[in-house]
Nanobody
Framework: QVQLVESGGGLVQPGGSLRLSCAAS????????MAWYRQAPGKERELVAT????????TYGDSVKGRFTISRDNVKKMVYLQMSILKPEDTAMYFC???????WGQGTQVTVSS
């Protein structure tokens, strides 16, 4: 079955950077669009970024454009989220997802605070 394992979260100061990773298994990884979502306490889950199977087309939420970069490695079956110029409002649990499936990983917590 679909399995997604996120890692790389942590505590970072405003203006700092983090790189999140997601290991995928249980499906033909290169065939599917992958996404990163985030959910802050008391808020709905928000779509952060997507990347198509070939890796050539990406989309970003307005709140992260110009600061976050999504990428993937189809050989390693990994998807990444490079986050820069982090702001306190980026604090959330971050999840990766294969858009065609309903499965979610456990997420990785990102906290931006001084």
């Amino acid at each position: 079955q679909v399995q997604l394992v996120e890692s790389g979260g942590g505590l970072v100061q405003p203006g700092g950077s983090l790189r999140l990773s997601c290991a995928a298994s249980g499906f033909t990884f290169s065939s599917y669009t992958m996404a990163w979502y985030r959910q802050a306490p008391g808020k709905e889950r928000e779509l952060v970024a997507t990347i198509m199977g070939t890796g050539g087309v990406t989309t970003y939420g307005d709140s992260v454009k110009g600061r976050f970069t999504i990428s993937r490695d189809n050989v390693k079956k990994m998807v990444y989220l490079q986050m820069s110029i982090l702001k306190p409002e980026d604090t959330a649990m971050y999840f990766c997802k294969a858009m065609a499936f309903d499965s979610w990983g456990q997420g990785t917590q990102v906290t931006v605070s001084s």
